[in-house]
């Protein structure tokens, strides 16, 4: 598919997740609110589902006593729920208040705001004229861009285009400030009309500040919103291994709200200002840590994988040496080739890292930096720790062997919104259907899978008479305990069947002139359109089946 086709299957995804309800930009009534979206009817029950199917299948579901494929052991996995706002020391030796941040650059003369590896371009020149053409547009967007900017700039009109002369491609214009080979003065920034109005880049922290309490005002009321779960789950390590009986191999898993305050908040919800997290710290002995990590990078990658996203959209990314971060013994990213971006680009959807002892000795000893190999305590000026740790002992005590050691963490961090975006893209699909004539009908249709679908099946009465409705309100309350289920008796049946294909509805039953001798309803599957009698009385248990393994 090319760009232009995938852009405007990207512009129909999102208006029919607008129509149907599935999400909504947030404040919309005020002008809406860049980076933050609320989930709809729809929206909320397929987010929920994934987050169930992510607990289910990682936590609540894990059986402890078998060792699952791939695993050096059998292991055992317990959950967690803390809060958003936590000790501001926590994000000092975590890292985040010194290092979670992006450079931006302003523009004097739009007043805009871009992250600036974000900005990319090209030499351009007319006549006498040499002008570095910046962009923040991404993938194939970038190069149109320039070419509009570049001709707006040099004032020609359409047919003068071939008169301006271009030096290369594409590159960044940070790598260029820095080697030199690009002058501020001589860059014409994404939206102004003069040269050189963009300013020095400058360190922008993503952490959302807050106060806390009544006589907020001092440096010590200081607090922030957490930008990862993850956090929490290190500060309960000691609580969970005291209070409940897990033992070394154990993850903690949690879901919840994070935020960043991303400069550009782009594509939908794929980058948001406010979003939720999945995430497992699963703690192991240092020797098998290696194995622990292939162990979780393979298994969520089946997970997407058995929740039906299609294979050759889905990317396994091993980082390369010089993108680990300094703690990091490996990390991959799970990524998804979502259809605004440019062809052969992927966008992340999770990583898994390998996180070695970095945060739980952090939160004992206080702040590490990497010096000659070795994870050391950071010193400010005064040659005390730079930021404190809790100074309690995080190590554990292997009762078996009679060894102690500081855990290694493997640490699967995934995006519930992302996740939720991902499915949605790759569900969206148009095709004919034959209409009740038997005449081709186009529709739009989310093929979800099953156990993701906000609405399970839909119960509609052939016609408002002749007890049809009072059987399928029958057949209704018998489904309804077991899974979501929706009763329809407005509009051809042609038109209700496309309502639920547009939601994503597995099964859709119909109650007909036949229910009424014999108790048997038609069951469509919603992607092989076949349709097949079942009686009445046997659907329950057939649909919590295909439920349950899976098929649709
Ligand atoms: N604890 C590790 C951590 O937070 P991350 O790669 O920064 O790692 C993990 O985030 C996942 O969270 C990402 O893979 C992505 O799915 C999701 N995520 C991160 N920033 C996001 C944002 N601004 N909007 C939506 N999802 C985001």
Known sequence: MDKQNDQSRMDKIVSLAKRRGFIFQSSEIYGGLNGFWDYGPLGVALKRNLKDCWWQDMVSGHDELA???????????????????????????????????????????????????HLHGRFASHRNKRVFVVTDQSGDDALPHTLTRAQKFFG??????????????????????????????????PDAAELGTLTDPREFNLMFETRIGALAGGDDD?????????????????????????????GIAQIG?????????????????EFEQM?????????????????????????????????????LR???ADELSHYSVGTADIEYAFPFLAEGEFGELEGIAHRGDFDL?????????????????????????????SGKDLSYFDDVTRERYVPHVIEPSAGADRAVLAFLCDAYHEDEVPDEDGKPRSRTVLKLHPRLAP??????????????????????????????????????????????????????????????????VTLRDRDTLVQSRVAVDAVVDLLRDRLRTGVS
């Open 455 to 520: 609405l399970k099946v839909a119960i509609l009465p052939l016609v408002k008479k002749d007890g049809m409705p009072e059987l399928a309100a029958e057949l209704y309350r018998k489904l309804k305990p077991h899974m979501a289920a929706m009763y329809d008796e407005k509009g051809s049946v042609g038109r209700r069947y496309a309502r639920q294909d547009e939601a994503g509805t597995p099964w859709c039953i119909t109650v007909d002139g036949q229910s009424l001798t014999d108790r048997t």
């Open 156 to 189: 020609l009109r359409a047919k003068q285009i071939e008169e301006i002369q271009w030096e290369g491609g594409i590159e960044p214009l940070a790598a260029g400030i820095a080697a030199g080979t690009i002058l501020t003065a001589e860059t014409l920034a």
């Open 257 to 273: 709200k994070s935020f960043r305050n991303e400069i550009t908040p782009r594509n939908f919800t794929f980058r948001s200002r």
């Open 361 to 389: 000795r952090s939160h004992s000893e206080g702040k590490l930096v990497r010096q000659d190999g070795q994870l050391v305590v950071e010193q400010g000026v005064d040659g005390k720790p730079r930021h404190r740790g």
């Open 318 to 320: 091993e980082h390369h």
């Open 222 to 250: 200081r607090a922030f919103l957490r930008p990862e779960t993850a956090q929490g789950i290190f500060m309960n390590f000691k609580n969970v291994l005291d209070t409940s009986r897990v033992s070394v191999p154990f």
């Open 67 to 117: 060792t699952p494929a791939g695993a050096p052991e059998p292991y055992e996995m317990a959950g967690l729920d803390c809060t958003i706002i936590m000790h501001p020391q926590v994000w000092k030796v975590s890292g985040h208040f010194d290092l979670f941040h992006d450079w931006l650059v302003d523009c004097r003369e739009s007043k805009k705001r871009y992250r600036y590896d």
């Open 279 to 315: 995430e497992i710290e699963f703690f192991c002995k240092p020797a098998d840590s290696t194995a622990w990590y292939r162990y979780w990078r393979d298994r969520r990658w089946k997970w997407y994988l058995d929740l039906g996203l299609t294979a050759g959209k889905l990317q």
